[in-house]
């Protein structure tokens, strides 16, 4: 599976959008795009996921480019709730190759 | 939407006993689960795949003597820490595949003493 490159940690302001980015320059054309985030002391939560267009679910929306070696995942209005670990990974969906490998993620901090 | 349960939430034991930790997937069957483990202010590390009816696969550096996985149904896996010992303490949690996207279980924390 491609690697990702993700900042270690960001901050946003509560009420603000909170825009994370993801490098994955070696991303190959049947694999996928996915977001999971980890509030302390919990297990992954699913977020979203996509291949090539845009997506847009309840919980948030994933910015792919168009040459698809980075994406931005974007929280529209952030809350406290939302501080926690985000892990952008990228995973093909074929049966011998289909586990999620966690990197570091990046640690967003909500502030008051 | 799709849950997966984790049972006990929460063990502390003694050196040198076993521990057996559940997984099931609530409201969907899943024919791929997977086990990990998390340290301390550490990313989770995958240490098994599981396919039901069949022997899991274990990552590189597990063992799997240690580390029993039984997939017996495509609702339930469990993990069984056999002979746990201190260094065993950590945060399991269980994963299972619907469709194109896994789902996570809360997580069992151990303790061993």
């Known amino acids: 599976d491609a690697k990702t490159t993700q900042p270690p940690s960001m901050d946003c302001a509560e009420g603000r959008a909170a825009n994370l980015p993801c490098n994955h320059s070696t991303i190959s054309g049947n694999e996928y795009v996915y977001w999971y985030r980890q509030i302390h002391s919990q297990g992954p939560q699913y977020i979203i996921h996509g291949l090539k267009n845009n997506e847009t679910n309840e919980m948030a929306s994933l910015i792919i480019t168009e040459d698809r070696k980075s994406s931005t995942l974007i929280l529209p209005h952030a809350t406290l709730r939302d501080t926690a670990v985000y892990y952008c990974i990228v995973r093909g969906i074929n049966t011998g190759g289909f586990k999620t490998i966690f990197g570091a993620g990046t640690r967003l901090f909500v502030k008051a | 939407g799709a849950v997966v349960s984790q049972h006990p939430s929460r063990v502390i034991c003694k050196s040198g006993t076993s521990v057996k930790i559940e997984c099931r997937s609530l409201?969907?069957?899943?024919?791929?689960m997977f086990w990990y483990r998390q340290f301390p202010k550490q990313s989770l590390m995958l240490m098994a795949t599981s396919n039901e009816g069949s022997k899991a696969t274990y990552e590189q550096g597990v063992e799997k003597d240690k580390f029993l996985i039984n997939h017996a149904s495509l609702t339930l896996s469990t993990l069984t820490v056999t002979s746990a010992h201190p260094e065993d303490s950590s945060f399991y949690i269980c994963?299972?595949?619907?469709?194109?996207?896994?789902?996570f279980g809360p997580g069992t924390r151990l303790t061993v003493l």
């Open positions: 409201d969907f069957q899943a024919t791929t």
């Open positions: 994963s299972a595949r619907q469709k194109d996207t896994q789902y």
